[in-house]
């Protein structure tokens, strides 16, 4: 009633009213759009305001680094220190290393992960529920308490300096991966299974020719975090590998804090040309991201 | 039948000679292999470890080093580990931890045995400090490392201060660090201590936060000259001249705040070491290098260090790995360093020919390294470095926050002493005084 | 079990097994390496161990220690607590809104999504740097800002009362990656409830508030434990940036075990620290998890 009595187009044609409002709910969300911009450009002008700096610093001399009033341009940006980062160290090889520690890593959880959540998603059997939370449980185990047991164990398996130690623990699935894979797996219809099992397909031929396929968004979430996190992982390979030419990128940024000082304009330029991979592959993988997380929320 | 029998000796013999020579030519052959763990810096560049690994090889040629140079991250944990595990340890690394000791080979007799090689090469202090223990010598000394007060000679000629010299007090340092502080360029004229009971503490005269046989806090760290020397902290911060942790670490979170300000002409003082002298002296900075300063009637005492190079000795190889040691940690070893990177060896005979050696700032250096050090307190107390300090950092942190008035440093430290003796009493047990 | 075994027709029992079977790499995995490594901190809790040394049985010594006298136990635990208390609820709301800002269907999108997962992607050192730039009191961008409008920033890291919050902002800007779950939860709600809930006259507000929160609560319960999982292992910014300081203000806990199990040659109690840690990390996640019921609500 109030809101009624409060409406100028009171006494108007329907017509007119309805054009009128038509007009002015485009107006509004054209206004609403622009101001939608205006709030993302500014937060994101935030959120990037870190990165602008390392880049800033990248192609500093060194003592402008530390130069007062600082310059957010540089008055003669060094290009040449992208150059000498890469020089100075092997980084391309240690990408490289990276590289293929996630390919392995990747391998790894596509194998393991479908089919153990295949096991908690479609059959039942004596403990499931125990060991379904138990398994959630190990991602509350902070990784330092694993290092020095799993240390002496790869040492009495002669594993220490090769890469297995990184590699091995994708093959038994991750727990974050298997929840959201079970989780998926239980959005897909039950019927489908049925429906192969008649035309004569196995337990296994169903995983592999009917879920697998349908699970493409849940692996595509395997596919990109294994590669942010393995990509950064800095903690195992500091400790299980040994060799100046097998350590991964996060690892060789390290080289950059010497002893006595930082070579910051080059620390900062190897940073952001090592971070440049995974901002690639998730640029383009993001949609399929979205649906493959989206499980998250179905009742477990 | 004599001949005969001198024919058969013959055979005896040659065969004899023939199986000596297969089994030496076996030998020649198959190589030792040693391996060893090393880090990287600019001091000690790959290259220069590929090149030490290099030579040696070409004058061994039955001796194969396996080297792996580590990131220094890694290193403390790696060692750890593996020695902890009692296999898997190099033949020879880096032992600076004091827990590491007990695992290295004592070479006392092979260095005393060796004719190329004697302690009297290197310096005195340094031998002492680094490469003996509980009277055994345990390893070489690598390289040399001291703390000393750089200035920056532009700064100084500006302001229109006197350079110091090597008589100077603590408390000349915080008038002159006054006189050179200019708060419209962001300079400040010196840089505060990383840490206490480093060498200015000892110069003011506390020697250590507790007693002699790591019993008693009660008197030691809240004694007279304890109490002194934060209160010339607390001074140091009061004057304004100095910048503050958030000053310092703009960037550098392993203390390289005071050389990248040093280098950027912002810090007319500061209290480095000569990783940061070859650091400053590449950037092209005018500075000259004084001893940090002490009190008169006091011993001048140096903050100084080396790399502890040691053969493990669980060693398969412990002749084979002496070899080595020797050689990089000798004469040669450490010179290929000088000449490829920029090390400073602990043999004077070698570090004479140093590039820079001539020049002013070096001369200076070499005043430095004939202090007397502190290093003995250093390297044998982990629970001071751990635990104990630890426990009494919050009187640290309160001076330099501001948050304390002057007449409180003593109630601040003896607030401390309980803490600290708790510490104390549940390391020594564990890790030995 | 065996009873129930029994009690199973054979079609139960082929799947019980297909189960167990799809199951067997985690469980290897599982023994491997969350078993074995927990269980042998168990072991070492009760020893003093020096890491070079073999350990030595000191019975209940550690626990004793911890519970009665070790005030940096307590202040480490608060320290935690604190950031954990403080963080999270921030994370949570401001990542759902992010969420809901990149949910809106215009142009670009796609774009500002990757922007804002950018910090969520970039770990290591280079990371903490950039904030000790960021947050430096005299010349920091934030502070700089600040002064603009007159007002003067604190000492963020280096201030024992701000050392904790400037922590806690540190791990808000990682906030992309929980506002891309959110994302996934939000474009998992059907169109077709917001459509009825217009016809019925309910406006933005009360849409958000009848339809999208209840149908995103799982997706926020699920977010709830990730994170509060992952602020109780809070490390890196201590062990880099502030090194616990200053006055122990940002001592936290997994820093403390770093610090006794890797420097201070203390294995055994760093081992009882982190067990502790682990049941603390457990008590909570069941915690939430029990309150669940009452405000979780699944679609159907």
Not at chain 3, 160 to 169: E, H, K, M
Request: proline letters at 6%.
């Amino acid at each position: 009633m109030r809101t009624d009595l409060a409406r100028p187009e009171l006494g108007l044609t329907p017509a007119q009213q309805r054009r009128r409002s038509a007009a002015r709910r485009r107006a509004k969300r054209l206004i609403a759009h622009a101001f939608v911009y205006i709030v993302m450009t500014l937060l994101a002008f935030i959120f990037l305001l870190p990165i602008f700096w390392m880049v800033s610093t990248s192609l500093k001399l060194p003592q402008e680094i530390f130069a007062w009033p600082p310059d957010w341009i540089p008055a003669n940006p060094q290009w040449g220190n992208y150059e000498e980062a890469f020089t100075k160290y092997p980084l391309a090889r240690y990408m490289f290393n990276s590289a293929i520690l996630v390919v392995a890593n990747i391998v790894g959880g596509l194998v393991s992960v479908p089919v153990i959540a295949y096991g908690f998603a479609r059959f039942d059997f004596p403990f499931k529920h125990v060991l379904f939370l138990l398994m959630l449980s190990t991602m509350m185990v902070p990784g330092h308490i694993k290092l020095i047991p799993l240390f002496w164990l790869y040492q009495r398996l002669g594993l220490i300096d090769t890469c297995w130690p990184l590699i091995l623990p994708a093959f038994f699935g991750n727990p974050f991966f298997i929840f959201l894979m079970t989780q998926y797996m239980r959005t897909i219809p039950r019927e489908l299974d049925d429906a192969a099992r008649i035309d004569g397909a196995g337990s296994w031929g169903i995983l592999i020719r009917i879920l697998i396929p349908l699970c493409r968004p849940a692996l595509t979430v395997v596919v990109v975090f294994t590669f942010v996190w393995v990509w950064n992982d800095f903690l195992e390979p500091i400790i299980f590998l040994r060799d100046y030419d097998s350590f991964p990128i996060s690892v060789g940024l390290a080289f950059f804090q010497g002893r006595y000082s930082v070579e910051w304009n080059l620390f900062m330029g190897a940073t952001l040309v090592s971070i440049l991979p995974i901002l690639i592959v998730y640029f383009f993988a993001q949609r399929h991201l979205i649906g493959g997380l989206a499980s998250i929320g179905i009742k477990g | 039948m004599e001949y005969r029998s001198n024919r058969k000796l013959l055979v005896l013999f040659s065969l004899l000679a023939l199986l000596l020579l297969s089994v030496g030519g076996a030998a020649a052959q198959d190589p030792v292999t040693i391996t060893w763990w090393t880090l990287a810096s600019a001091e000690s560049p790959e290259p220069a470890i590929r090149a030490v690994v290099e030579a040696f090889e070409a004058e061994h040629p039955n001796i194969k080093v396996d080297v792996t140079i580590m990131a220094e991250s890694a290193y403390g944990d790696l060692m750890n580990t593996a020695l902890g595990a009692g296999e898997g340890a190099p033949d020879i690394a880096y032992f600076w931890e004091s827990p590491w000791l007990p695992h290295t080979l004592d070479i006392t007799d092979r260095l005393e045995a060796d004719p190329d090689l004697s302690r009297d090469d290197y310096f005195e202090e340094y031998f002492n400090n680094w490469a003996t223990w509980n009277d055994r010598v345990v390893g070489l000394p690598f390289t040399v490392g001291a703390n000393f007060v750089m200035y920056n000679k532009d700064v100084f000629d500006e302001a229109g201060v006197d350079y110091p010299t090597a008589d100077w007090t603590p408390w000349d340092y915080i008038e002159i660090a006054k006189a050179l502080t200019d708060p419209d360029k962001r300079r400040w004229g010196g840089d505060r201590p990383r840490g206490p009971f480093r060498a200015i503490w000892r110069n003011i005269g506390a020697t250590k936060p507790y007693s002699d046989d790591s019993a008693t806090v009660e008197g030691y760290f809240n004694g007279p000259d304890s109490v002194a020397a934060y209160t010339w902290l607390w001074d140091l911060v009061d004057s304004g001249a100095t910048p503050t942790p958030a000053d310092i670490e703009v960037l550098g979170t392993e203390g390289t705040g005071p050389v990248d300000l040093f280098i950027a002409g912002r810090l007319g003082m500061a209290t480095l070491n000569n990783g940061h002298m070859i650091t400053a002296a590449n950037a092209g900075v005018n500075f000259g290098v004084v001893p940090e300063p002490h009190v008169p009637g006091n011993e001048r005492y140096v903050h100084a260090w080396a790399l502890r190079a040691s053969i493990w000795a669980g060693t398969e190889h412990p002749d084979e790995a002496y070899e080595f040691l020797s050689f990089w940690a000798g004469p040669e070893g450490q010179r290929i360093n000088m000449e490829i990177g920029a090390l400073m060896p602990s043999l004077p005979a070698v570090l004479e020919d140093y590039p820079d050696a001539d020049s002013d700032y070096f001369q200076g250096f070499m005043g430095v390294l004939n202090g007397t050090q502190t290093a003995e307190w250093r390297a044998s107390h982990p629970c001071w470095r751990g635990a104990v300090i630890r426990a009494v950092s919050d009187a640290w942190d309160l001076i330099m926050l501001g948050e304390i008035e002057r007449d409180e440093v003593q109630a601040t430290l003896d607030a401390l002493v309980e803490p600290a003796q708790a510490a104390l009493d549940d390391c020594v047990p564990r890790l030995g005084g | 079990m065996l009873s129930h075994w029994r009690k199973m027709t054979t079609q139960e029992r082929r799947d019980a097994k297909t189960g167990y079977l799809a199951l067997s790499p985690w469980m290897l995995g599982f023994a491997v390496f969350y078993a074995f490594p927990i269980l042998a901190t168990f072991y070492f809790s009760f020893t003093q161990w020096t890491l070079v040394e073999p350990p030595v049985w000191i019975g209940l010594d550690n626990y004793i220690r911890m519970f009665t006298r070790d005030p940096l136990f307590v202040s480490s635990l608060k320290a935690t607590t604190l950031f954990v208390a403080l963080s999270l609820p921030l994370k949570l709301v401001l990542g759902l809104i992010l969420a809901l800002l990149l949910n809106l269907k215009i142009p670009g999108m796609n774009l500002y999504r990757t922007i804002f997962f950018v910090p969520a992607v970039i770990s290591g050192v280079a990371v903490s740097l950039m904030w000790i730039w960021f947050l430096q009191p005299d010349t920091g961008v934030v502070n700089t800002l600040l002064s603009y409008i007159g007002v003067q920033g604190p000492y963020w890291f280096w201030d024992r009362d701000w050392a904790l919050p400037s922590v806690a902002i540190m791990s808000i800007w990682k906030v992309g990656g929980a506002a891309i779950i959110y994302l996934a939860g939000l474009q998992n709600i059907p169109a077709h409830l917001y459509e009825a809930a217009k016809i019925d006259g309910a406006n933005q507000w009360r849409r958000f508030w009848r339809i999208t929160l209840p149908l995103l609560t799982p997706t926020l319960f699920f977010q709830l434990i990730i994170e509060l999982i992952d602020a109780f292992k809070i490390f890196t910014e201590a062990f880099v940036i502030t090194k616990g300081g200053p006055l122990k203000a940002t001592y936290f806990f997994l820093y403390y075990f770093y610090e006794e199990a890797f420097r201070n040659f203390n294995m055994g109690y760093a081992s009882a620290l982190a067990l502790f840690l682990l049941l603390v990390i457990m008590s909570a996640t069941v915690f939430v998890y029990r309150t669940s019921g009452r405000w979780v609500f699944y679609e159907n």
